[in-house]
């Protein structure tokens, strides 16, 4: 019986999810949606990256964040939310850790909450509806590779 070895792949790469050490990078999620942030789970882990964890609100991604740092890499924190917006978590955030890598996830036509939040600390943004190729080119150019 054949197996993996014997099918050697022409187009093997590195997960872009992966530290130059080899280990994940480690994303916190938040959104309010659950069909986006299982979107965002499923683009990110098929390119290796971790998802530590998935908030639903601003307030509870900033005490996550909070918990879990400083084992955390990255943010996607959408605008639009209950209890807590996105750019107050994202301030909040950044007061916390001045060097947090935050992405902005926004629906069309709020380009102004994204300026604000680009001005507020926020590393880049992303657009809705989600484009798995836009997605990952955004975290790799906040995670500097």
Avoid: C
């Avoid at 882990?45 to 740092?69: R, W």
């Avoid at 209950?82 to 909040?92: E, F, H, T, V, Y």
């Avoid at 992405?103 to 939040?117: C, F, N, P, Y």
């Avoid at 509806?129 to 790799?140: F, G, H, I, S, T």
């Amino acid at each position: 019986m054949k197996t993996k070895d014997d099918f050697p792949s022409l187009n093997e790469r590195k997960p872009e999810g992966m530290k130059p050490d080899g280990t994940p990078w480690r994303v916190l999620i938040v959104d309010d949606s659950m069909f986006v942030a299982k979107q965002i789970t499923q683009i990110l882990t098929s390119e290796g990256y971790q998802v530590v964890h998935t908030a639903a609100d601003g307030l509870e991604g900033y005490e996550k964040y909070k918990e879990l740092y400083p084992n955390i890499d990255l943010v996607t924190m959408d605008i639009t939310m209950p209890r807590m917006d996105g750019l107050s978590a994202l301030q909040k955030i950044i007061e916390f850790d001045k060097n947090a890598k935050v992405i902005m996830i926004s629906a069309l036509g709020k380009q102004d909450l994204v300026k604000q939040a680009l001005v507020a600390g926020a590393k880049n943004y992303i657009v809705k509806p989600l484009d798995r190729k836009k997605v990952l080119e955004r975290l790799q150019s906040v995670l500097g590779k």
